[in-house]
């Protein structure tokens, strides 16, 4: 059974196709390799000499341009991602996902776009009132709205002119992701791990950039459940691990409650149905067998114990096993959250619209 990905295979001959340039390559194989540069810029090297990638392209020059742009850095161990670097790969994430969500049309709402704001305007329109913001006024209607009064064009306006767009106040949120990094995540050469990491990193752009006041947790969970940085996120591997999905729940809880945020909840992505628990004296159960009792019930007591926390859990399933939709199906009702399929290829645009659409409060 492979754990690296070090051959050619046709589904990373169809993603690198879709890439516009070297740098996207790049940032894609980097996530794919686990944030090791010396591998990207060796598989960089064979894809060319392949074919697959244009000889007109000069990967030498291509590694300079990285090293003087502080993307990358030599290190005592060799070429090491910088810190520039890793912010270009969540931002690069960012990117992909939102022009594909445009693209797409995915999702009925915009992503707001002033970082830091706690408005977003919507279409629906009002009169003015004494206390609104002058930011929402709608200023060719106001304008129509004199004209139409007074009957000409000498723009004598009044506030009963005015018009303003209705708009929606967001409040902070914690959020914790859970990534899940069983064995599973890459079985029979599926590569769900890379689109996971991806849409983490597009994700924590987003909360960094356009909702600083939230807060952003990540926690993988494979035999154990372990709670990562941010800047850790191009690193995550997949390892020969079961599916411990009660101890990720169970982290992902304590570390919600120790949050401020009055608004709280947990994304999970994940592929496989819980093979494993910690039990109460430490010792793990597993069983890979279809769906164990034990292991669903006290899986399904850390979703009942995260509602009456008000904690909802929304669910990506990247499979369409059927052990994994029927457990996800009893976990949601339990817990009165969300749960969607998606393809890899969708999961970034499930991940964001949600968020962006559930944490919306509409303004008095």
Known sequence: MRFVYSEWDDELFEKLRSLANLMAIFNYLLIRFNGDVEETLKMMEKLQQQG???SKYDLDEFRK???????????????????????????????????KMKASGTGQHALPYEGGSSEELLPEKREFTFGDNYRSIDYGNSLFNTIKRSGDFDLNMIEGDLEVFESEKSTSCATVLMIDVSHSMILYGEDRITPAKQVAMAFTELILTKYPKDELSIVTFGDTARQIH????????????????????????????????????????????????????????????????????????????CRKKKIPITTFMVTDDPYLQKFIQRLTELNRGRAYFSSVDNLG??????FVAHRRKRGA
């Open 65 to 99: 341009q990285l090293e003087q742009s502080r993307i990358i850095k030599m290190t005592g161990r060799g070429l090491k991602l910088g810190t520039r670097g890793e912010k270009q790969l969540r931002q690069d994430a960012f990117d992909q996902i939102f022009q």
């Open 52 to 54: 697959y990638i244009d």
């Open 230 to 305: 941010i800047k850790d996120l191009p690193y995550v591997a997949v390892g020969p691990y079961h599916t411990n999905t009660q101890a990720g729940l169970r982290m992902a809880r304590q570390i919600l409650l120790s949050r401020k945020h009055v608004n709280k909840q947990i994304f999970m992505i994940t592929d496989g149905k819980p093979s494993m628990i910690t039990r109460a004296n430490g010792q793990l159960y597993r069983n890979p067998m279809g769906l164990d009792p034990m292991i669903v019930n006290r899986t399904l007591d850390e979703a009942v114990i």
């Open 349 to 354: 645009s499930y991940v964001i619209w949600d």
